[in-house]
């Protein structure tokens, strides 16, 4: 719950004036109970004077009135406040997944970070907006109509609350460790059946294809199923001590009859004042059962806030903000250790060094750890051990933004948003000119396509550009890191959805688009990294040799080995 108080404690004036406003509206219900209360002992004891009435009439629809309008404009405070604070909340955690490791953010499926930052957030929204102002509200409320209760009858008012303390012991031996053990399982099995739908509903390509649409709709269902059994049998566990508990909570009147006629017969207590008190303990009933509620999404906002905890209490990329500047760009590995698990070394005490403006290549066999040594370069990742330069600097001493700005990254699964083409390609400038995106597209062999296209740079390219073919959706890419136009050049299987016509046209491209930068190509076709100068054979993360095609050929039997299986492959292609 701590977090919440963070939020709410940065919009505490409107929450205030909304606990303010709800108190009044709580207090102003009870008042008209009070009026109620005297108008029925009025009729009791035969007054027939309407100018006894009146008033009291009055004064119970000035009471409604004063209630509604003091609860709307509590409620509506209360959840603008709200609206903004979870907001800010998914806001600081889209902020917190830039700024972690890549390889954490990765270790979380789509279908997790949607049900958190969309589905959990979204539940806070209206348990948080009532919680605060009504919690508070009908607490006070209640306290205050006891109070002026007992002052009619303190040995009845106290009677009237053991039903109310045997309702919440019982409500409260289900709201215990176990209860916030079972909400934090439902988050669990939630998240599990966002996955199977949205493994689903991406995998509905391959599924028709292999024809396994009933194995897959199987797993989906049975999630679901998993889901709404789990609630069941979990309200069913608990039920039974939550009906008692909201049975006997609001039920002072119990003792209030019994008691009071005794009292009254006794004569310790007067007809008016046994009739108030009676009335009055109804007026409790609503408030009561609110606060009930109200523990229940206190437990749920306390298990909805330790999962958003933990995305914003994560580790950070140590150059979040750091102020160093580089001005050169030569690349330096020296002695690099990494894991993904911080157990088995994915790179292993690695050192190797890039030259500025020249074309380097890493090669090797497939998981040797290639594009992870690209990532490393490009901050995605801190590394465990030994340092990483780029023109002398420690990356890690380079804030995330700057060491961003120096480096364009292409990697082979290449992401598009679902917007133009244009807006696309802009991302890498957002102050390029239409003539500037023309330009690179051009270079980049996109130009013509994308004319032929129904909206030619207009048209929009679907979720993850999936209204595009993967070597389009390539080339875009491309233009994109072209425009951005950094120092670095970092293409990670870039070409690798190419198709023959067009290849020889992207590494024209290629070639002239990095002139004067530092580029790095990581390809498994090694024809297209012949001309490097310098390639570095790379082999269950460590650097097993390095020099230009012709140098290798004669000294590394692992890249003559690769070569060969490269000219086989061509030739059975």
Same mark, same amino acid.
């Given at each position: 719950m701590n977090l919440v108080k963070e939020y709410v404690n940065k919009r505490k004036g409107s929450y205030f004036i909304s606990v303010l406003l709800a108190i009044v509206g709580v207090v102003a219900g009870l008042f008209s109970y009070i009026y109620m209360a005297k108008i029925i002992v009025n009729l009791? =004891?035969? /007054?027939?004077?309407?100018?006894?009435?009146?008033? !009291?009439?009055?004064?119970?629809?000035? $009471?409604?009135? *004063?209630?509604? &309008? @003091? /609860?709307?404009?509590?409620?509506?405070?209360?959840?603008? @406040?709200?609206?903004?604070?979870?907001?800010?909340?998914? =806001?600081?955690?889209?902020?917190? !997944?830039?700024?972690?490791?890549?390889?954490?953010?990765?270790?979380?499926?789509?279908?997790?970070?949607?049900?958190?930052?969309?589905?959990?957030?979204?539940?806070?929204? $209206?348990?948080?907006?009532?919680?605060?102002?009504?919690? $508070? @509200?009908?607490? &006070?409320?209640?306290?205050?109509?006891?109070?002026?209760?007992?002052?009619?009858?303190?040995?009845? $008012?106290?009677?009237? !609350?053991?039903p109310f303390v045997v309702g919440m012991a019982t409500m409260m031996s289900v709201m215990n460790a176990h209860y916030k053990e079972m909400f934090g399982k439902s988050v669990a099995i939630g998240q599990h059946?966002?996955?199977?739908?949205?493994?689903?509903?991406?995998?509905?390509?391959v599924i028709k294809t292999f024809n396994q649409s009933e194995s897959s709709y199987k797993k989906y269902a049975d999630a679901v199923y998993d889901n709404a059994s789990f609630y069941y049998n979990w309200m069913g566990e608990s039920m039974n001590r939550v009906a008692i508990g909201r049975l006997l909570s609001p039920m002072g009147i119990i003792t209030i009859i019994p008691f009071g006629i005794l009292f009254y017969i006794k004569g310790s207590i007067d007809l008016g004042n046994l009739i108030t008190l009676i009335v009055l303990s109804f007026a409790t009933v609503s408030s009561i059962l609110k606060i009930?509620?109200?523990?229940?999404?206190?437990?749920?906002?306390?298990? *909805?806030?330790?999962?958003?905890?933990?995305?914003?209490?994560?580790?950070?990329?140590?150059?979040?903000?750091?102020?160093?500047?580089?001005?050169?760009?030569?690349?330096?590995?020296?002695?690099?250790?990494?894991?993904?698990?911080?157990?088995?070394?994915? *790179?292993? =005490?690695?050192?190797?060094?890039?030259?500025e403006s020249s074309v380097s290549a890493l090669v090797g066999p497939s998981g040797s750890g290639k594009s992870t040594i690209a990532k490393?370069?490009?901050?995605?990742?801190?590394?465990?051990?030994?340092?990483?330069?780029?023109?002398?600097?420690?990356?890690?001493? &380079?804030?995330?933004?700057?060491?961003?700005?120096?480096?364009?990254?292409?990697?082979?699964?290449?992401?598009?948003f679902d917007m133009t083409i244009k807006e696309n390609i802009r991302l890498g400038n957002k102050n390029a000119s239409d003539e500037e995106i023309i330009d690179v597209c051009k270079k980049s062999a996109c130009h013509d396509f994308i004319l032929n296209l129904s909206n030619g740079y207009d048209t929009r390219v679907g979720e993850g550009g999936g209204h595009l073919s993967g070597g389009e959706r390539q080339r875009i890419s491309i233009a994109r890191a072209m425009l951005k136009n950094a120092p670095i050049v970092i293409l990670d299987e870039a070409t690798s959805y190419i198709d023959p016509e067009n290849e020889a046209l992207i590494q024209n491209a290629l070639a002239n688009l990095v002139k004067g930068k530092t580029l790095i190509i990581i390809a498994h076709r090694l024809k297209t990294i012949v001309d490097a100068d310098r390639i570095f054979v790379i082999k269950d993360g460590k650097l097993d040799s390095y020099g230009n095609h012709k140098e290798l050929l004669k000294s590394s039997e692992l890249y003559k080995e690769m070569v060969a299986a490269n000219v086989r492959g061509d030739e059975n292609a």
């Open positions: 009791i =004891n035969g /007054a027939k004077d309407m100018s006894l009435y009146t008033p !009291l009439c009055i004064s119970i629809l000035i $009471t409604f009135v *004063i209630k509604e &309008v @003091a /609860a709307g404009i509590s409620t509506s405070i209360s959840h603008t @406040a709200t609206f903004n604070s979870l907001g800010e909340i998914r =806001n600081d955690i889209s902020k917190k !997944l830039f700024k972690m490791p890549l390889g954490d953010v990765l270790s979380r499926s789509s279908g997790e970070l949607k049900n958190i930052i969309v589905e959990q957030v979204d539940s806070m929204e $209206t348990s948080l907006a009532h919680l605060v102002p009504e919690f $508070t @509200a009908n607490l &006070v409320g209640p306290i205050l109509l006891f109070i002026y209760m007992f002052t009619l009858d303190w040995r009845l $008012t106290l009677l009237s !609350l053991i059946m966002n996955n199977s739908i949205v493994e689903y509903i991406n995998g509905i390509e009930m509620n109200y523990m229940d999404d206190m437990s749920r906002i306390s298990t *909805i806030t330790s999962e958003i905890g933990k995305i914003l209490d994560s580790k950070e990329l140590e150059n979040i903000d750091k102020g160093e500047k580089i001005e050169s760009y030569n690349i330096e590995l020296q002695d690099v250790d990494f894991s993904y698990d911080g157990k088995n070394k994915v *790179i292993d =005490n690695l050192s190797m060094e890039i030259k490393l370069i490009a901050g995605f990742w801190n590394v465990d051990s030994g340092s990483i330069k780029i023109g002398g600097v420690e990356t890690k001493d &380079v804030s995330l933004e700057n060491l961003s700005s120096l480096i364009s990254f292409v990697s082979q699964d290449n992401f598009l």
